[in-house]
């Protein structure tokens, strides 16, 4: 066969590298591993972090913001382990430190005692885990181990929004020279125990005799959870026991209109299951990865459904931060219950959403009724979202209590509970339904 010459080469090596960058001997398999396993940990630290002092962050956005982060770490924390298993290496320890001084450093950022210092303290590790991935991807053979560079290239670009966003939330938080002087004591503190680790890879410079003084711990007595939800001071009435939208929705003789609305408020509220979902999480330890990534896309699911209320409240010029969004069920939930509890109690009302006539098939439809069009949207993905819900609950709660009329029965019982130690619970408000209402009816929705 005749073959005529092109005049130029094609792109050598796919692309990924040229030659003398491929001629550089790189990383040994496992000095790349033992680096992997480092950065895998502080990103599992990372998760934990959150999953622990979402209930205790007042602020709503931040609420918001951590349970996307919270799924994303999940999934990168998933990507490294597969990545390791690849490399010669079972899978085996990598729930335990790597380096004893790692920990300490991961430790300490989870006694941060504040808003100001938990968000400073993510984004100095955040910060420096993307210097960290530059330095693998600089340090290792971009041809032999392209499959690690890939992989930390993709996580790089989740890692830069997530600490854009916390960079942001710090330029509004901290305003002041008392918040300023807060975060340079902070990431002092943090960075000390950094340079002890000798960095997130582990193979920066022994730190010097002065660098080597580390500041008096926060770690030396474990960690107490608290799972009591907070809010910031934009909301009042958080206890509120009036269950005005949800009377509104479930009466089929009210107009579509007041319907939908009490449906997005419904939304709105969701936050409450993120922060239910955390206290789960946190007092479930020792479970295949795969739980954690499940329930991290979950709280993320339940956030984004919040946030859809947010949107719609929002761009029809509702303050929605004056409606009572009350924490009873988080509350209850989170102090009343055990994890098991909690899970039965998430899987009874997922469950109680599938048939098509009362559960979120319906509530599509009474968007659609409505003739608002984002509603539709935000009610058809939804859908979408609780139904992989059921499949979670079914794939991890369900076998765990020993199938599904075990798990609705252990919710039984807990619904019970809850009935017979529910406070009184003081509502401020009585007709915060019917003034709500009475203020949007003749408006047309925003398009």
């Not at 030396?220 to 907070?230: K, L, M, S, W």
């Not at 209590?401 to 075990?406: F, P, R």
């Amino acid at each position: 066969m005749v073959t005529t010459p092109h005049p130029n080469r094609l792109p050598s090596l796919a692309g990924i590298a040229d030659v003398e960058e491929a001629s550089v001997a790189g990383l040994p398999v496992d000095d790349n591993v033992n680096m992997l396993k480092r950065i895998h940990y502080v990103k599992k630290r990372l998760y934990d972090t959150m999953i622990r002092h979402l209930n205790r962050t007042p602020e709503w956005e931040a609420k918001g913001a951590f349970s996307l982060h919270i799924w994303l770490d999940a999934e990168h924390v998933a990507a490294i382990r597969k990545r390791v298993s690849e490399m010669r290496e079972p899978p085996l320890h990598l729930d335990k430190a790597p380096d004893d001084k790692l920990e300490r450093l991961m430790d300490e950022l989870l006694r941060a005692n504040t808003t100001t210092e938990l968000l400073s303290g993510l984004w100095f590790v955040r910060s420096s885990l993307l210097r960290a991935y530059r330095a693998h991807r600089a340090l290792t053979n971009p041809l032999v181990d392209h499959p690690t560079c890939r992989m930390l290239k993709l996580i790089a670009v989740e890692e830069e929004e997530t600490f854009d966003w916390l960079a942001a939330a710090l330029d509004a938080l901290v305003v002041t020279d008392r918040g300023r002087e807060e975060r340079r004591a902070w990431f002092a503190h943090l960075y000390a125990y950094l340079r002890h680790a000798r960095g997130i890879l582990g193979n920066e410079p022994e730190p010097t005799a002065d660098e080597a003084k580390l500041p008096e711990p926060r770690a030396a007595e474990p960690f107490a959870n608290d799972f009591v939800p907070r809010r910031d001071d934009r909301f009042a009435d958080l206890h509120n026991s009036v269950l005005g939208a949800d009377e509104a929705y479930a009466d089929r003789g009210r107009e579509p209109k007041e319907r939908v609305w009490a449906l997005l408020y419904k939304r709105l509220r969701e936050i409450d299951v993120p922060e239910m979902m955390c206290s789960i999480v946190a007092e479930t330890p020792d479970k295949p990865w795969d739980y954690y990534v499940d329930m991290g896309r979950q709280i993320w699911d339940e956030a984004r459904h919040s946030m859809m209320g947010e949107v719609a409240f929002a761009k029809n010029g509702v303050d929605w931060t004056r409606l009572p969004i009350r924490i009873n069920f988080s509350l209850e939930l989170n102090t009343m219950l055990t994890p098991d509890e909690r899970h039965a109690v998430l899987y009874d009302i997922e469950f109680g959403l599938m048939p098509g006539d009362t559960g979120k098939k319906h509530e599509w439809e009474t968007a659609k009724a409505s003739g608002y069009g984002l509603a539709v949207t935000f009610h058809d993905y939804d859908w979408a979202d609780e139904v992989l819900h059921a499949q979670i609950g079914r794939k991890w709660i369900v076998p765990q209590l020993g199938g599904v009329q075990e798990t609705l029965a252990t919710a039984k019982r807990a619904f019970a509970k809850l009935a017979g130690s529910r406070p009184d619970y003081e509502s401020l408000e009585k007709d915060w339904w019917e003034r709500f209402y009475a203020g949007v009816k003749d408006r047309p929705f925003a398009t």
